[in-house]
């Protein structure tokens, strides 16, 4: 991996984006979740932790140009009848962030688990056009 000025720019802006979307994010009600992105040499690998998240109350989409969106809502937990909640500290969540890959991943090889409370999201990345040798005249 070759580390360049315009690498570290882009790191600069996307941790000041991810910021201003946190803040975004929160301030319309939904809540900002902690992600891990591990690239690999053909992938990237998005992990988050969404525990009490049923797989069909997740969503997971690319939106234009290279945007995955993620989302998550988790209900309360129901009491039965003859229970009284004494301390709440587990309540409904709603989860949403946006990543941008700047088309650089194959969409139609995304793949998302999620297991015991683990969203995994494979996201192979699109392979390179070969080397176009140009003859000058």
Sequence with gaps: MHYTLERDVNNLVNFLTGTLDRAATQAQGGNYFPVNVVEKQDSIELVAFVPGVKKEDISVKF????????????????LSEGERLVRAEIGEFQGY?????????????????STDGVLTIHLPKKKADPEIKIEVL
């Design 63 to 78: 939106e234009e140009q290279g945007i995955l969106s993620v989302s998550f809502k988790r209900g309360s937990i129901p």
């Design 97 to 113: 962030r946006k990543f941008d890959f700047k088309n650089t991943i194959d969409e139609k090889g995304v793949k998302a688990q």
